[in-house]
């Protein structure tokens, strides 16, 4: 383990924070880039689209993105087959091939199963995740909290396996803790630093302390931020959360028990009991 | 030569193909990089698909768009 508690490791990288962020759906690029600094995040996601030829303002997103602050970690959203996805991890490769950002050879793989849930489909996932890794990118892998399928993503070689809280955007939190302590306890047993990253679903800084309270390794959201009321707020509030939570995990919570048991001595009372 | 045909002389030399999912038409012997150049697109954020593979940013002058090229331009948007 690093010696700073805060530091997540992955893809050989060591990110100075365990929260990732997503660059989508802020009101304004000045507001994203202010969230991105109140967030603490040194790792953002970026999505590949066709270059808009009309309406252009002439501002592109990598205008407001400090290329030597953050990795970038290119998506593959909205594809839902396998050889999309790799075509579009490609092309996210190709952009950032003569940045100089580290995060070149990295994909936030994403393979979607229907537009409603946003769900992934868990075949063409492996399949795309297999020949991704086969030509040499670090694959952070989006899934559901499906733990075989965890184990199946990891085992294809994705640097990391990136289990949804609860469906993309929906803000529902974590909607089941059990499924995502199996993934941590299958996937670290015999590799207690394979990272596990919670991805999707966040709603609010209170569960983002749950996703480190559970002992996952990082976590990464973008509509909690960007939607928020006042995003750079929240922001902040992540970040506090998420330093909140890992220090959480670390110190060990006390099981918890039925009934009460005071904090104060019994030894010394003073007072009569009625019975 | 009347404007018709000099119009028609015109439309059979232009390179027809798609640029980004519409028809486009260029003038013959027009390379990635003038193509770019022309629809005002910067190099360094973007990267092109001919036909599905990707084209290095160093054939991008030596490159000359073919009738029915399929031709991808893409770059980085803000995303999760």
Same mark, same amino acid.
């Given at each position: ?81 396998? !050889?999309?996805?790799?075509?579009? %991890? ?27 849930? #946003? #769900? ?7 399949? %795309? ?24 993503? !990891? ?64 976590? #990464? #959201? ?54 | ?16 193909? +798609? ?14 990089? &003038? ?13 092109? +698909?001919?036909? +599905? ?14 009738? &029915? ?8 948007? &803000? &995303?999760?």
């Amino acid at each position: 383990m690093s010696t700073n508690i805060h530091r997540l490791s992955v893809a050989g990288k060591l990110l100075e924070s365990r929260v990732i962020v997503g660059t989508g759906k802020y009101e304004t690029l000045d507001v994203m880039r202010e969230s991105l600094d109140a967030s603490g995040t040194s790792c953002v996601t970026v999505a590949v689209r066709r270059e808009k030829l009309y309406d252009r303002d002439g501002k592109n997103l990598l205008d407001y993105i400090d290329l030597k602050r953050y990795t970038l970690l290119p998506n593959t959203a909205g594809c839902f087959n396998a !050889k999309d996805a790799v075509r579009v %991890a490609r092309m996210g490769r190709e952009i950032l091939s003569d940045l100089g950002n580290p995060g070149a050879d990295w994909v936030k793989l994403e393979v979607l199963g229907d537009t409603k849930t #946003l #769900l992934p489909d868990p075949v063409a996932t492996l399949e %795309a995740c297999q020949r991704l890794v086969e030509d040499g990118f670090k694959v952070l892998c989006y899934t559901s909290d499906c733990p075989i399928m965890a184990v199946r993503l !990891k085992s294809a070689g994705a640097a990391s396996v990136m289990p949804a809280a609860s469906p993309i955007g929906s803000g529902q939190g974590i909607l089941n803790p059990n499924n995502l302590k199996i993934i941590l306890e299958y996937l670290k047993s015999d590799d207690p630093d394979y990272p596990v990253i919670i991805d999707a679903g966040v709603g609010t800084a209170s569960d983002v302390a749950e996703v480190f309270e559970l002992g996952a390794d990082g976590v #990464l #959201l973008n509509t909690a931020i960007a939607h928020a009321r006042d995003p750079i707020m929240m922001a902040s509030a992540v970040r506090n959360s998420a330093i909140a939570g890992r220090q959480a995990y670390l110190a060990g919570r006390i099981p918890k028990r039925l009934y009460a048991m005071a904090s104060s001595p019994e030894e010394g009372v003073i007072t009569s009991r009625p019975w | 030569m009347d404007r018709s045909k000099l119009h028609s002389v015109i439309a059979l030399d232009m390179v027809e193909f +798609e640029f980004n999912g519409t028809p486009h038409k260029s003038p013959p012997q027009t390379t990635v990089a &003038g193509l770019l150049e022309s629809l005002g697109i910067e190099y360094r954020f973007c990267a092109v +698909e001919v036909n +599905e593979e990707i084209l290095p940013k160093a054939q991008y002058s030596i490159y000359e768009v073919k009738p &029915g090229d399929r031709i991808e331009v893409v770059t980085l948007v &803000g &995303g999760g």
